[in-house]
């Protein structure tokens, strides 16, 4: 009994052990509930040594992944620059799926054990629980089933059909990973009933609103009255339709059903981490913010000694650590630093806003519940909409940050600095650069001739000139044309004039074998 | 929560990506191998960093170019900008935050470790001893023990569970034991009937009677009968003589420039490689002569010169003394690779085809003779000592000759020796 009651003191360069991991999980557990009022799925903490993080590094931080090259190369560039001295490795990874695994590597110090559990185990954890993207997009629960499935397809597969063919339809699923992904819920089957009351208040809203002018107003849609068969037939085919993915599993007429099965697996992959990409800042925040209260609240009840405190200090400084652009080691917004300074800052206007802050979040300022109002936010908001929302002039002029305009020809122009003239620009500049959608080509599949010579056709929707890359938009119509099995092409449309400015074609590839 | 120490895991989880990845990559691969090797010193590839053209390893995906179009970025740490002021236009390939590509890796080149192990199977691949010498592999060096079968005594450290608990588990089920779970179910049925009222005795009587009987049944046929037990079985297997040893033999004479020397020395070291990749241990040799030859180590055989005439067969002396002395035929492979730029005394020429012929041939694995040139040479004729040779080689001896002017070619030819294919290796052998 004399061990438990006696203090538990994490200090600086402590080795640790399992037990000491175990009461250390425990008291932050009490603070991340009992004061930060977190709500995490069930933790399982997964000790491994650097090697083992190498691995799981290689298959895109999933515990269990189907094999392909790519992993190779990836685990092979990585072992270079780690045995180069180049990079260190990650401190912990963390997974979204229920129970919440947690690697922590065995060379950590005791003190780095308690800011990962801290950090990966109530904040990431957290943060995958509640947050609206997590909750809609992806399944914790069946993630490690379904991988652990797909992993054994895969290799099936392999064995049946050779691992040159499987390898093939995988590097083509690759390259359409990024079109692989729903973004917007997708539209439910038409349900008959619903369709008929629906048809019947279009009537009445008709008769009650008749009006015989609107006859005699030109037809806007003139060509798909023109061409009802083709409105038809993309109506038949789902088109027009972004998750190029999905439709080739769907209405590819070559694939065999295990190929359509792998893209489906492809497909799933890109869907999990799709959350993730998009909310990079308030994640790495969201856990930040937590490891940094939580390691601040156990040095005040003395678990944490001050050699473990500076220890902490350090590495976390160096996480949250933001070049100015013109330093050298610049290398775009760090999403740790961001996240973890407006969430600090959330916390201050709620506890202890300027007029400035009244003014400008009259909802939040002054309500004295810093920790509630971030757990709204971390429940409701991705990247882009965080920052336009929350993003202060207080950070702005902090961090300095400053909009430049870029129109590919002359000088770059400063638009916006940080003045009250430049907040709300530098705000938006800065949401957009974080909006994915924004980022993202945004390709369609927008006709597909069934009956003549099947060619798929898509469209690139450019919006402010901004093109493909050639070179790699070549290589993935390639692999576009293998899966379809026909023709296809891609049309860059200027979004505004709906001129074409440039079209790639690729195949009729080599028959599918 | 949950804590599990996964260090004792398997490793080489990746393993089979990394082997999908070097298949994949195997072209490049193989050519960076080879020009590591061309550049590499003697001892081996001490390092074995391999860089790779990227282009069949690129993974592409649709994405915005880096330049032209309308576009903000957003940055921190500004100093002295207003609004309104410009900004020179970095130098082209400079964009600011979104340059390059997303994983940060550059699209040319690719750079990464490959294990000793993989490098030299890469680097050997294709190659093989010769059929005719594999077989003399067979005399045996010892015996290693393999796992054949099962058997019904031994050791009980041998003791093969599963099969035992098998034959046990057939054995109870024909011999119809009852189960333990059975009997206490009649038993439970006994004792709730014994204690109604309404009990018919005839029945408990009945599955009293049932009980004793399957309690005796199970007490005659055991759970495990020494008829069940089986163990490991363990064959002797020969093991192949695994050691070789092999000799270089060098002129040193004053006509042997440095950088025949090192031809010479490209070779051995390819010779040395190949051969301890097939033989667990491989001892080395180094001769070398002028007008007289003595054994000696790698540093003065590569290193000093010596003046003197030329004297080929004082080495094959040499050589037939070291081996009588010290490796006995049945315990060895015996492999040479000797190193000449054709020079020989012509009166020693008939000695010299004479020993091989009748001493060292008949004892050798393999005897490659590497005749090396200086690296202008435009025209060659053969030497006295090629034409020798040559005359050996027609009758079939296990004698591989060759002429090496450039270091770019000891690989090629190092590879025809010992190509797999009968056609590429007795090409060039007039």
């Not at chain 1, 000790?47 to 190498?54: A, K, P, R, Y």
């Not at chain 2, 691969?29 to 074995?48: F, H, K, Q």
């Not at chain 2, 054994?295 to 003394?321: N, P």
Request: proline share 5%; with cysteine; aromatic share 10%.
């Amino acid at each position: 009994m004399s061990a438990s009651t006696e203090q538990f003191v994490i200090s600086s360069g402590k080795e640790w052990n399992f037990s000491d991991l175990r009461r250390a999980h425990d008291l932050i557990e009490e603070i991340a509930r009992g004061e930060l009022g977190l709500d995490t799925y069930p933790n399982q903490i997964e000790v491994i040594t650097s090697e083992q993080m190498l691995d799981a590094y290689s298959s895109i931080g999933l515990p269990l992944m189907y094999r392909h090259w790519s992993f190779g190369k990836r685990f092979a560039r990585d072992e270079a620059l780690y045995r180069n001295g180049y990079s260190s490795l990650a401190y912990e990874i963390v997974i979204n799926s229920n129970p919440c695994i947690v690697y922590i590597m065995e060379e950590n110090s005791m003190t780095m054990q308690a800011l990962v559990l801290a950090h990966a185990a109530f904040g990431h954890n957290h943060f995958f629980k509640n947050n609206a993207l997590f909750r809609q997009w992806t399944d914790a629960s069946g993630i490690l089933d379904y991988m652990d499935f797909a992993k054994a397809y895969i290799a099936r597969c392999e064995d049946k059909y050779g691992e040159a063919e499987v390898e093939r339809v995988l590097d083509a699923a690759h390259a359409l990973m990024g079109q692989g992904v729903n973004r917007y819920p997708r539209r439910r089957g038409l349900d008959l009933a619903e369709e008929a009351r629906r048809e019947a208040d279009r009537r009445a809203d008709e008769e009650r609103n008749f009006n015989d002018l609107w006859r005699t107003l030109p037809n806007a849609k003139g060509s798909e009255r023109r061409h009802p068969e083709l409105a038809e037939r993309r109506r038949l085919l789902g088109l027009p339709e972004e998750n190029i993915l999905y439709f080739l599993e769907k209405k590819s007429p070559l694939l065999k059903p295990w190929q359509r099965e792998i893209l489906r697996i492809v497909r799933h992959v890109a869907q999990y981490f799709y959350p993730q990409k998009q909310t990079k800042v308030m994640n790495e925040g969201c856990a930040t913010f937590v490891h940094y209260h939580i390691m601040n609240r156990l040095h005040e009840r003395g678990v944490l000694d001050d050699g473990g405190m500076l220890e902490f200090l350090h590495s976390h400084t160096s996480v949250v650590f933001q070049p100015d652009f013109d330093d050298p080691r610049f290398s775009g917004i760090n999403p740790y630093a961001l996240g973890f300074a407006m969430m600090q800052d959330i916390a201050r206007i709620t506890k202890a806003p300027t007029e400035e802050d009244r003014a400008w979040f009259p909802e939040i300022a002054g309500n004295g519940d810093p920790f509630g109002t971030l757990r709204e936010a971390w429940v409701g908001y991705r990247d882009e909409s965080f920052i336009r929302q929350f993003l202060s002039p207080a950070l702005i002029r902090k961090m300095k940050l400053f909009a430049v305009h870029d129109d590919s020809r002359s000088d770059l122009v400063v638009e916006a600095i940080h003045d009250e003239r430049g907040y709300r620009a530098v705000r938006a500049a800065l949401a957009d650069s974080f909006d994915i959608v924004k980022h993202e080509p945004e390709i369609e599949i927008v006709d597909v001739d069934l009956d003549g010579d099947r060619r798929l056709l898509l469209q690139n929707r450019v919006h402010r000139g901004i093109m493909l890359a050639r070179d790699d938009a070549e290589r993935v119509l390639d692999h576009l044309a293998y899966l379809w099995g026909y023709e296809v092409r891609l049309d860059e449309v200027d979004h505004d004039s709906g001129k074409v400015l440039r079209s790639f074609e690729a195949g009729p590839p080599e028959p599918l074998a | 929560m949950n804590i599990i120490d996964r260090r004792l895991n398997p490793k080489g989880k990746s393993l089979a990506n990394r082997q999908r990845f070097l298949r994949r990559a195997r072209k490049q691969i193989l050519d960076a191998v080879r020009e590591a090797s061309a550049r590499d010193g003697i001892t081996g590839p001490a390092d074995n960093r391999i860089r790779i053209r990227a282009d069949t390893l690129r993974e592409p995906h649709l994405h915005h170019g880096a330049e032209g179009g309308e576009r903000w970025h957003v940055a921190p740490g500004n100093k002295e900008y207003i609004e309104g002021d410009r900004i020179p236009r970095p130098p082209q390939g400079e964009g600011r935050g979104r340059g390059g590509s997303p994983d940060g890796e550059s699209e040319d080149a690719f750079q990464f470790v490959l294990s000793r192990d993989e490098f030299i199977d890469l680097f050997l691949e294709d190659l093989e001893l010769p059929d005719l010498l594999r077989k003399e592999l067979r005399e045996a060096e010892g015996v290693t023990p393999r796992r054949a079968g099962f058997q019904t005594s031994g050791a009980a450290a041998n003791l093969n569970v599963v099969r035992t608990m098998r034959n046990s588990l057939s054995r109870r089920i024909a011999l119809r034991r009852p189960r333990p779970e059975d009997i206490a179910a009649r038993e439970a049925e006994f004792s709730r009937l014994s204690e109604e009222e309404a009990a018919d005795p005839a029945t408990l009587a009945e599955i009293a009677g049932e009980i004793e009987h399957a309690r005796r049944r199970a007490r005659r046929i055991p759970f495990i009968d020494p008829i069940d037990v089986r163990y490991n079985r363990f064959e002797d297997v020969p093991r192949p003589a695994a050691s070789a040893v092999m000799f270089c033999l060098m002129d040193v004479s004053g006509s042997m420039t440095a950088h025949m020397k090192d031809l010479a020395k490209r070779f051995y070291k390819l010779l040395y490689l190949f051969l301890s990749r097939r033989y667990k241990r491989v001892e080395i040799v180094f001769i070398r002569h002028t007008h007289i030859a003595r054994e000696v180590d790698e540093e003065t055989f590569f290193s000093s010169t010596e003046s003197g005439g030329t004297v080929v067969s004082t080495a094959l002396e040499e050589m037939v003394r070291v081996l009588r002395a010290r490796y006995p035929r049945e315990q060895w492979n015996v492999y040479a690779a000797q190193a000449s730029d054709g020079d020989n005394m012509p009166a020693d020429n008939a000695h010299a085809v004479a020993l091989l012929e009748q001493s060292i041939l008949p004892l050798c694995q393999y005897f490659a003779y590497l005749e090396v040139g200086p690296e202008d040479e435009r025209y060659g004729g053969s030497t006295e000592l090629w034409r020798a040779y040559q005359r050996i080689a027609q009758t079939g001896m296990p004698i591989a000759m060759r002429k090496v002017n450039h270091r770019s070619q000891i690989y090629p030819v190092f590879r025809q020796l010992f190509s797999r294919d009968k056609a590429v290796r007795s090409e060039g052998v007039v």
